[in-house]
């Protein structure tokens, strides 16, 4: 009933940006928070960004690594959330991906969590 996409990712020189999108489409009631997260080969899946509306103020947290460099944003009327990434390093590189976060599907009162497919960000040296 929900479906995440995601955009954006793609190979970039170290100190290059790039903008990831997310859309969430489908037939929910309403969404308590959207996040991006990151994994890298061997590794567990590991927060970046999340992002929580409360509403018209925006609350976001970021993870040590990318704070200052990332930027998290949404745009409740499209559904969408943003990862502005600034400043890149070739340690950044990782698969990303969009979750959002305590979905309340129409008709239902259980919440969810769903997750993107992954956008795969590189960064070269």
């Known amino acids: 009933q929900v479906q995440v996409v995601e955009s954006g990712g793609g190979l970039v020189q170290a100190g290059g940006s790039l903008r990831l999108s997310c859309a969430a489409s489908?037939?929910?009631?309403?969404?308590?928070?959207m996040g991006w997260y990151r994994q890298f080969p061997g590794k567990q899946r590991e927060l970046v960004a999340t992002?929580?509306?409360?509403?018209?103020?925006?609350?976001?947290d970021y993870a040590d690594s990318v704070k200052g460099r990332f930027t998290i944003s949404r745009d409740n009327a499209k559904n969408t959330v943003y990862l502005q990434m600034n400043s890149l390093k070739p340690e950044d590189t990782a698969s990303y991906y969009c979750?959002?976060?305590?979905?309340?599907?129409?008709?239902?009162?259980?919440?969810?969590?769903?997750w993107g497919k992954g956008t795969l960000v590189t960064v070269s040296s």
């Open positions: 992002i929580t509306s409360a509403g018209t103020t925006n609350y976001a």
């Open positions: 489908g037939t929910y009631f309403s969404i308590n928070a």
């Open positions: 979750k959002i976060a305590g979905v309340k599907i129409i008709g239902s009162q259980i919440l969810r969590d769903y």
